[in-house]
């Protein structure tokens, strides 16, 4: 059996519906091809590079993926949480439980705190009041990015895959994986400055999940994605929350709402 056969066999033995393990290993080949390396060289054994896919990407394990039935274990807790700047009270006694295999969406006017308060979630601005406790795997996505414009999104892979000790090959395979998922190919010579404000969201995207956390923080991810883009941005968050992820997203498109568990509104500035 070739390397693509095993693949793609172990990939149907966990589960992966055939036309998309077949794509998935038509996929795999590519980027083998792209590296001029053999895929054994550049992925490691098949089935274990199989399984790797399967866990990362949050692969569906048969045709219809089990929602969570029950919520899942706490994985962000804020209670009685308050923040001032200056004089300025923006945030006052919020309170946010979400679970495992659930979606919260943040709301409310301009100012009025949405931003701060997920940056609190995400451990970035220390409350003044109240508590919070979060998962240790966190994956960030901040409204304005953190992207450096002279840099490849295959060294952006690499550079944040080093940080979370993940191995260059791994998160880069990883990194075009997931961007296959929001219908992106990443171009291996073109900088980050050279993408569209669309593409580059969608870098900030797979950086935020490239580790693998638990809990998804997401500041208004779909800033210049067009419609096919923004609907594969909403199956993906429904794939992590079947996968048992919790995910928090800040918006101010009132139908987001009807995609998600828990709707926290901040209300007037
Ligand atoms: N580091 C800071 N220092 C001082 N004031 C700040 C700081 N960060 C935010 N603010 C102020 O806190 C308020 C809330 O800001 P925040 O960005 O959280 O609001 P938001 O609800 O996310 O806004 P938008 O919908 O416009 O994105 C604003 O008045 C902002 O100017």
């Not at 998935?24 to 590079?49: N, R, S």
Request: glycine share 12%; aromatic share 6%.
């Amino acid at each position: 059996m070739t390397w693509p056969e095993r693949f793609e066999a172990e990939l149907v033995r966990l589960g992966v519906p055939e036309p998309r393990a077949r794509r998935l290993t038509e996929d795999t080949a590519a980027q083998a091809a792209e590296h001029a390396a053999d895929p054994a060289g550049l992925f490691g054994p098949a089935h274990l590079y199989a399984r790797h896919l399967v866990t990362e990407l949050s692969a569906p394990v048969g045709p219809e993926p089990p929602r969570f039935a029950t919520a899942g274990p706490v994985l962000l807790r804020l209670a009685g949480v308050g923040k001032r700047f200056r004089r300025r009270t923006v945030l006052r006694d919020v309170d946010l439980t979400v679970r495992a295999g659930q979606v919260a969406a943040i709301v409310g006017a301009n100012g009025c705190g949405k931003s701060t308060l997920l940056r609190i979630c995400a451990g970035l601005t220390r409350p003044d009041a109240g508590t919070v406790h979060r998962t240790r795997r966190v994956g960030y996505v901040p409204q304005d990015g953190g992207t450096a414009g002279w840099l490849t999104a295959d060294e952006h892979f690499t550079l944040f895959g080093a940080a979370a000790g993940v191995v260059p090959r791994r998160a880069r395979s990883t990194g075009t994986h997931l961007a296959a998922r929001l219908a992106w190919r990443p171009d291996a010579g073109q900088r980050v400055q050279q993408l569209s404000g669309g593409t580059r969201q969608k870098l900030n995207l797979v950086l935020g999940e490239l580790h693998g956390p638990d809990l998804l923080l997401l500041d208004e991810p779909y800033q210049g994605f067009d419609q096919g883009t923004y609907l594969d941005f909403w199956r993906q968050v429904h794939a992590w929350r079947d996968a048992g992820r919790a995910v928090v997203v800040v918006t101010h498109l009132l139908h987001d709402l009807g995609n998600v568990d828990h709707v926290l509104d901040l209300g007037e500035r």
